[in-house]
């Protein structure tokens, strides 16, 4: 291929990203250098001397954000650990069945997505409402298991597929039962169909405001909520954004430790995957 | 009694019989290979033994005892798979070491005998890689290791070779031979290839269409093949259609159509009449230039149609006089000569009256 072609294809992709995704990351990275304008928003700018970590500097001094962080990564875990024992043995389920049965079932996984996402979260507040459970902390975790479940089928459903049968014949006929089959072989076999799985319910899961905001009470409120309202409510953005710097960097540095992990631990598997 | 035993053994799929009323015994020790073309039961037999597949009917005795209704897990026997199915997230060692571990060994005693097994296939110093770093005759030899080490009654071995390039095969094979008489495990091997069964076996039972068609040593099984199917199966081989017209102590008189009077020789009582085959091997047909002053018989007169030199061997198509066309292997075994005749050469074939065999229809 002819460098030019391969510039012709990089060269789109790249811009997009440069303009939608890298210059906007930076300008947050920017914003939450700034101060406060007047009417809230952001002051106008004055030069690189009038930066300042103001807003850092507030979040370290206020217990209730790091407390905030730290509630959102243990829903984000609790969310992630609970899609992961509801979609494995569903995904196996699909994976096992006769070939063209498979896209029929897959299909319905994806289904939900045919309809708005909102309407779904309102059928969640009629559903758990006359139950008395709804604004509570089950509500949140019920409706963000409910919204990324399908994002934990999908590539669990796709590493199993691949699965080579004949692994499980080979560990049957030396030795292994029904349940050594599984925990020798099936699972560590579908660790990175799991990883891929966490990383699609995690971090969506920790940036997301809604679901709270509409089936959890005053206490449910995740770090989510607290970014959009300092920009939309409080009109703070230089704090909206540090919180988004702090969140980014969290979710980076455990997406490091994860990809290290996994070097780890799971050689071999890789050719499976 | 046999070690393994497999009694009037039938599976059907649906309406196909792929495994009809098969009986065989397998002693102890013994290169067993099952050789067939696809499709012929050779595998799904095999799958009856280690347990994947239940016959519909008959049963199969190890030591005299029924497997039927023990799991695969529960059977003293071993399978190296075609596609070796090593686990790809385990080490080779951690690979041989799981039939060990399945079976509850000590720790240490699983370290000294991967440590073994690793030895008899020649890879102690690749203990440590994982399947995806390892060549096919690498996985091959971890397959192998992995289905032995745990001292199995019996090794089911399916077509284990094939995945393997053509030299690669031949020096496995060579391995194999001597990793089998090393261990003194049964191996029932399972291969369409009747070279590797013929190079490698004990004895070879011929299978077609879920039947045993002959069940014998493998010179035997080349030289005095039971029908016309195994005659052609294993081996090349020259058929032509006959009619006895004498048949006296040895000496028997064909006569085919196309060819004349063939002199052949037959220690069964056959009667005047009956038709079959000559089946003639190429190797035992002579190609010369003139007619040999030799007391041969059976000499015909013919035209190189085609020849394929082979560097060991040459290979003659000689076309005879009335169109009928037989083959023959001749070596260059002459120094300094790569080969006797070229396409078109008028030539004589001939063979000794005890060289080829009758089969009956």
């Known amino acids: 291929m002819g460098s030019q072609v391969k510039w012709a294809v990089i060269l789109p992709p790249s811009l997009f990203l440069v303009a939608f995704f890298l210059l906007p990351s930076l300008i947050v990275v920017l914003a939450s250098l700034r101060e406060t304008g007047e009417f809230g928003g952001l002051a106008p700018f004055a030069g690189a001397a009038s930066l300042t970590i103001e807003a850092y500097r507030f979040l370290g001094g206020d ?90 089928i999908l590539p669990l459903y796709t590493n199993l597929e691949k699965h080579d049968p004949a692994l499980l014949e080979a560990a049957q006929d030396l030795g292994a039962n029904a349940w050594t089959r599984f925990w020798r072989v099936t699972f560590p076999l579908s660790l990175p169909g799991i990883f891929s799985g966490a990383a699609l319910v995690f971090i969506p899961v920790l940036g997301m405001f809604a679901v709270p905001e509409l089936l959890g009470g005053t206490g449910d409120i995740l770090i989510g909520n607290l970014i959009k309202e300092q920009f939309l409510d409080n009109r703070d953005w230089p704090l909206g954004s540090a919180l988004s710097i702090v969140l980014t960097v969290c979710v980076l540095f455990l997406a490091a430790l994860a990809a290290w992990a996994a070097k780890r631990g799971l050689h071999g598997t890789e050719a499976i995957s | 009694m046999p070690l393994l035993e497999l009694r009037n053994l039938t599976r059907r799929f649906g309406s196909l019989e792929a495994v009809k009323d098969v009986s065989l015994a397998i002693e102890a020790g013994e290169f067993f290979t099952l050789l067939g073309p696809s499709g012929c039961g050779k595998t799904t037999i095999l799958r009856m033994i280690a347990g994947f597949d239940a016959p519909d009917g008959g049963d199969i005795l190890l030591d005299g005892v029924s497997l039927a209704g023990v799991p695969p897990e ?255 292997l001749m070596p260059n075994a002459a120094p300094g000569r790569a080969k006797f005749h070229e396409v078109g050469d008028a030539v004589w074939v001939c063979w000794r009256h005890d060289a080829g065999v009758f089969l009956r229809d």
């Not at chain 2, 071993?78 to 060994?105: C, D, R, W």
Request: glycine share 6%; hydrophobic share 50%; charged share 20%.
């Open chain 1, 63 to 152: 217990l209730i954000y790091a407390e905030i962080l730290l509630r959102s990564f243990l829903v984000a875990a609790l969310t992630t650990v609970l899609c992961i024992l509801l979609a494995y043995p569903l995904a196996w389920l699909i994976a096992r069945s006769p070939k063209q049965r498979r896209d029929l079932l897959v299909l319905l996984v994806i289904l939900p997505f045919a309809s708005n996402f909102l309407v779904r979260i309102y059928a969640w507040i009629m559903i758990l409402g006359p139950a008395g459970l709804l604004y509570t902390p089950f509500a949140v975790i019920a409706g963000l298991v409910y919204v990324h479940l399908p994002f934990m």
């Open chain 2, 74 to 328: 529960k059977r003293p026997l071993h399978t190296v798979f075609q596609s070796y199915a090593l686990f790809p997230h385990m080490s080779v060692a951690g690979n041989i070491a799981f039939p060990l571990e399945m079976s509850g060994k000590s720790a240490p005693e699983i370290r000294r005998r991967v440590g073994e097994a690793l030895e008899l296939v020649h890879l102690t110093d690749k203990a440590d890689r994982f399947p995806h770093e390892l060549s096919g005759g690498q996985k091959q030899r971890v397959a192998l290791a992995r289905g032995l080490v745990n001292k199995p009654r019996l090794l089911l071995l399916d077509e284990p070779l094939g995945a393997l390039d053509a030299k690669l095969r031949v020096e496995m094979q060579s391995e194999l031979i001597a990793l089998q008489r090393e261990v003194g495990i049964g191996f029932v091997f399972v291969t369409h290839s009747q070279q590797e069964a013929l190079a490698l076996s004990h004895r070879i039972a011929v299978m077609r269409d879920g039947r045993v068609e002959q069940c014998d040593e493998p010179d035997k099984l080349y030289t005095q093949p039971a029908n016309r199917f195994v005659a052609d199966f294993v081996g090349r081989i020259n058929l032509i259609e006959v009619t006895v017209t004498s048949s006296s102590k040895v000496l028997l008189g064909l006569q085919s159509p196309r060819l004349g009077d063939i002199a052949a020789t037959d220690l069964r009582p056959i009667a005047v009449g009956e038709r079959g085959v000559f089946a003639l091997r190429p190797e035992l047909v002579r190609v010369h230039g003139h007619k040999e002053s030799a007391d041969l018989k059976n000499r015909f007169q013919g035209r190189v149609r085609a020849l394929l030199y082979l560097g060991d061997v040459t290979h003659y198509t000689v076309e005879l006089a009335d169109g009928m066309v037989l083959e023959a």
